[in-house]
């Protein structure tokens, strides 16, 4: 079993910063690929950005390209996602998850992931 906990959301304006953290346990981190992805109300899921377990290929969609960074820190066992200049359309909540089954590989297909955590608000204001 793999824990799964995010943090760092909150309520910004339009155009600014946050950064997102994860932090997964129960394995060793370097055994997963990360991904966040998120829901907004009355949406399906999307996602957003991804990493592999080396932080070598990572993958993003199209709507965060140039404004969502993902990184990741192997020894602190945690995922960030930094997200720059904001839209009220951010508006969702976050979620982390990860994938142990395609460790090389940044994927964007949810069903690939095997843990998720609880999600954290992130709210644009206009």
């Known amino acids: 079993q793999v824990q799964v906990a995010e943090s760092g959301g909150g309520l910004v304006q339009a155009g600014g910063s946050l950064r997102l953290s994860c932090a997964a346990s129960g394995r060793t981190f370097t055994s997963y690929a990360m991904g966040w992805f998120r829901q907004a109300p009355g949406k399906v899921r999307e996602f957003v950005a991804a990493?592999?377990?080396?932080?070598?290929?990572?993958n993003y969609a199209d709507s965060v390209k140039g404004r969502f960074t993902i990184s990741r820190d192997n020894p602190k066992n945690t995922v960030y996602l930094q997200m720059n200049s904001l839209k009220p359309e951010d508006t969702a909540v976050y979620y982390c998850?990860?994938?142990?089954?395609?460790?090389?590989?940044?994927?964007?297909?949810?069903?690939?992931?095997?843990?998720w955590g609880q999600g954290t608000q992130v709210t644009v204001s206009s």
């Open positions: 998850a990860v994938n142990q089954r395609s460790v090389w590989n940044a994927e964007p297909n949810g069903d690939e992931y095997d843990f």
């Open positions: 990493i592999n377990w080396r932080g070598s290929n990572t």
